[in-house]
């Protein structure tokens, strides 16, 4: 209603079209992605007094030239103490950075790096390890045989639960002799993580999307001898056979295997509000509102070639802020994730000299309100007889019919 209210006192437009690329950054050569401004210098914006500005976001595109798989999504922790077998470790385990074609090739990342670990835990041995996503097998009643419920036992259908499961086999006769903790961390960066071996923890490395991508439970409290679990993590022995250490999902994995559906715009003038949250990872999750620079919320896409892209177009849902300022000479983006923080480039140089940069339009607006600030809004005071006046303000008990604003 805020909006119709004021389009219909809109005195003058103008739209913008921005490429963000070609050194168009604040620093030479220029990030084209993390932090780039325009100037207005010779057509600078100014609302009057009896108007305000307002900045649309009306299209946005950049082709997805950075990888899924990144150190905002890749990390996670394991930890288990010293045995007559294994050394003690506590480290963080990354998986190489990349696109995965599937949830199975996620499978099998994770497993590999975990084995690569056990590998180098284990006083002497090698692991053997396999890794999938979990299958359930369900019978379908025959047809034509509805009134017993017979089963068809070679007629089933798979429902795949989307969930990792990892098996890691004890070397010789050595047994996993102690307990293991994996942890997927999403601890505020606000404070200092330090492991038990000394290793201090990276930003991306404490405050991790890990849990959304492997179906584990975030956690988001240290500590220093972990014990929460943030999967379902099992050791079985069979007489006169190996150890078998099983780690899987609690939830199912991520449907597409990625976390990022969204690219924010952030614009240095913009006036809106987010969940706390979504400002910085020095955040927890809660539901504080706060103020924000977003403008614009872009969906991720992908078109016939199945390339993929972050696009808004023109004719969807149109992002805008009225401004606080009245006068305009500049203005200045960031793009970020769900979390505020940047997207991280599939290699040194990508968001300067690279391909990783954006387009989009802008249309700002001088909207005229339909009254001035500076002008008294109250309608004059009705002529009232001097009598009724003259009563209104006389000792209690005296005339207490008359009304003084008849």
């Known amino acids: 209603m805020y909006m119709n209210n004021f389009n219909e006192f809109a005195a003058e437009s103008q739209e913008i079209f921005i490429d963000s690329q070609s050194g168009f950054g604040l620093s030479a050569p220029g990030n084209q992605f993390d932090d780039f ?168 490395q404490q405050f991790n999307d890990s849990y959304w991508l492997l179906g584990g439970k975030r956690v988001e409290t240290y500590e220093a001898v972990p014990t929460t679990q943030s999967f379902s993590v099992q050791i079985s022995t069979v007489t006169n056979a190996n150890d078998t250490l099983t780690v899987k999902s609690i939830f199912s994995t991520a449907a597409e295997v990625h976390t990022l559906p969204h690219l924010y715009l952030r614009c240095d003038v913009a006036d809106n509000q987010v969940s706390s949250n979504m400002i910085a990872s020095t955040e927890q999750h809660n539901h504080q509102a706060t103020h924000s620079t977003i403008l614009g919320k872009i969906p991720r896409v992908m078109n016939g070639r199945q390339q993929v892209s972050y696009t808004l177009d023109s004719g969807l849902t149109r992002f805008f802020s009225n401004l606080n300022t009245r006068f305009m000479n500049d203005l200045r983006f960031s793009i970020v994730d769900h979390r505020g923080r940047v997207i991280p480039e599939a290699a040194p140089g990508q968001k300067d000299v690279g391909n990783m940069f954006c387009n989009f339009a802008l249309k700002i607006e001088k909207v005229k309100i339909p009254y001035s600030p500076n002008v008294l809004q109250a309608p004059p005071p009705p002529d009232v007889p001097l009598l009724a006046r003259t009563n209104a303000f006389s000792l209690a008990g005296t005339n207490q019919n008359i009304n003084p604003f008849v």
Not at 40 to 66: C, H, V, Y
Not at 112 to 139: P, W
Request: with cysteine; hydrophobic share 40%.
């Open 37 to 204: 401004k325009i100037n207005f210098n010779t057509q600078p914006f100014e609302a009057g007094s009896d108007s305000i500005l307002r900045l649309s976001l009306t299209q946005f595109n950049a082709a997805k030239q950075w990888y899924d798989i990144n150190e905002n999504n890749n990390t996670f922790r394991m930890f288990n103490a010293a045995s007559t077998n294994l050394d003690a470790t506590d480290v963080m385990i990354e998986m190489p950075v990349g696109d995965y074609m599937n949830n199975n090739c996620l499978a099998d990342q994770m497993k590999d790096a975990i084995r690569d670990q056990l590998n180098a835990s284990f006083k002497t041995g090698t692991i053997t390890a396999n890794a999938e996503l979990t299958v359930q097998t369900v019978s379908v009643a025959d047809p034509t045989s509805a009134v017993t419920g017979k089963l068809i036992p070679f007629n089933r259908v798979y429902r795949n639960t989307n969930k990792l499961i990892m098996n890691f086999t004890a070397p010789g006769t050595q047994g996993f002799d102690t307990n293991f903790v994996f942890q997927t961390l999403q601890v505020p960066i606000d404070q200092t993580v330090t492991l038990t071996g000394g290793a201090v923890l990276t930003s991306t």
